[in-house]
């Protein structure tokens, strides 16, 4: 008797459970941007847990993920590194205008792990003025906006024609991390979201230094739903759900400013 009480329990407990699940949880594949890629992360576990949907990513440099939407991509949403990107896609009529939201504004850091890290850290501009390395690693200028602001750095203190033979490019900030973390290059610009992640190889390593936001063109991160994803529940609760105060915690706590509302 007290084995059928049991089993009776066990079987009222799922039922509950079953109803307290989302009635209509769907599916979505969002390209994102590759310095966003550990947040993205941290932001779908609770969504996930919360709403019962399931979200997909493809991660890469913003450049190459707008030229496989325009060319026909399955993807549901957007989460670019720049703005051009997703506005470009709005004048073509690939994606919802009113769906836009610059959701992050990203951050970008000089850093390394060598011995002229006590440089990085008092003297940024005369660690780069002196040159005591071999190569410095950026994101790609024409597909990354991390390395567009790189460059922008750079041409504004008069030091890029001195260190372009330095310059080793990767495809994305992602690749450029990849660089500076495996050694490959000894110093960096990268997202100070890829320094400040605890699960980051170089977190709590090195020195970095903050460029100051007013020696380059702010990097307002854009996302938008394009059209395959117009009626997608779970897009459209995600794109709810980062705006939320538990969302933007969130992306501030990994190396973002949140834009004002």
């Known amino acids: 008797m007290k084995d059928l009480k049991t089993t009776v329990l066990n ?10 699940l989302p009635v209509f949880a769907d599916k ?7 310095n966003f890629t550990k947040t993205i992360e941290k932001l779908a576990e609770p969504f996930e847990k919360k709403t019962g949907h399931q979200l997909k990513f493809a991660f890469g440099s913003t450049g190459k993920l707008y030229a496989q939407i325009v060319n026909g991509a399955p993807f549901d949403a957007f989460f670019a590194a720049d703005e051009s990107r997703p506005l470009k896609l709005i004048e073509s009529g690939l994606a919802n205008k009113h ?4 959701y992050a504004q990203g951050k970008l850091v000089l850093y390394t792990s060598k011995p002229i890290e006590y440089l990085v850290r008092q003297q940024p501009l005369e660690t780069l003025k002196q040159q005591k390395f071999r ?6 200028p024409k597909t990354a906006p991390y390395g567009e602001a790189a460059v922008s750095f750079l041409k504004s ?6 260190l372009a033979s330095k310059l080793v490019n990767g495809d994305s900030i992602g690749n450029a991390f990849r660089y500076v973390a495996t050694g490959n ?23 970095y230094w903050i460029v100051p936001q ?3 063109s702010p990097i307002q991160q854009g996302s938008i739903v394009l059209k395959r994803g117009a009626n997608n529940k779970a897009i459209q609760d995600f794109m709810t759900y980062i705006k939320t105060p538990e969302a933007q915690k969130i992306v501030q ?3 973002y400013a949140v834009p004002e509302k």
């Not at 079987?11 to 307290?20: D, H, K, P």
């Open 214 to 216: 007013s020696e380059y």
């Open 99 to 102: 769906s836009y939201l610059v």
């Open 11 to 20: 079987l009222f407990v799922c039922f509950v459970l079953l109803l307290s």
């Open 185 to 207: 290059a000894d110093i960096g610009f990268l997202a100070l979201s890829q320094i400040v992640d605890p699960q980051s190889p170089l977190y709590k390593k090195g020195a």
């Open 253 to 255: 706590n990994n190396g």
């Open 28 to 34: 979505a594949t969002i390209a994102v941007a590759a």
């Open 157 to 162: 203190q008069g030091l890029f024609q001195d």
């Open 135 to 140: 190569h410095l690693a950026i994101a790609n």
